[in-house]
């Protein structure tokens, strides 16, 4: 359990910065809509994982990890529509 939370808090703390870029810079450069998709996909097989044959409290990281995902993910989209403006 211990070494799953902390490749979760290690992957976790890379999402705040990356989103903080992003909405700063309302840029979509060295970012892949795949890839983000991909991770996503990763973050759900996970918890649900969890949910049905492990459940502990490291779901809660798992949760906060799809919800910084789906946030980077919107904001990708958000900086596409305002490049296609410009």
């Known amino acids: 359990m211990i070494f799953e939370a902390v490749m979760l808090l290690c992957f976790g703390a890379a999402w705040p910065v990356s989103i903080w870029k992003s909405y700063k ?3 979509n450069e060295g970012k892949s ?3 983000l998709y991909i991770i996503l996909l990763g973050y759900i097989s996970g918890a ?3 949910i049905f ?3 502990d ?4 990281l798992f949760i906060l990890n799809i919800l910084m995902v789906s946030v980077d ?3 990708y989209y958000r900086n596409d529509r305002i490049a296609k403006q410009a």
């Open 73 to 75: 993910i919107g904001i």
């Open 57 to 60: 409290v490291i779901i809660v």
């Open 33 to 35: 809509p795949f890839f």
């Open 25 to 27: 810079s309302e840029r």
């Open 48 to 50: 649900i994982y969890k």
């Open 53 to 55: 044959y492990n459940y």
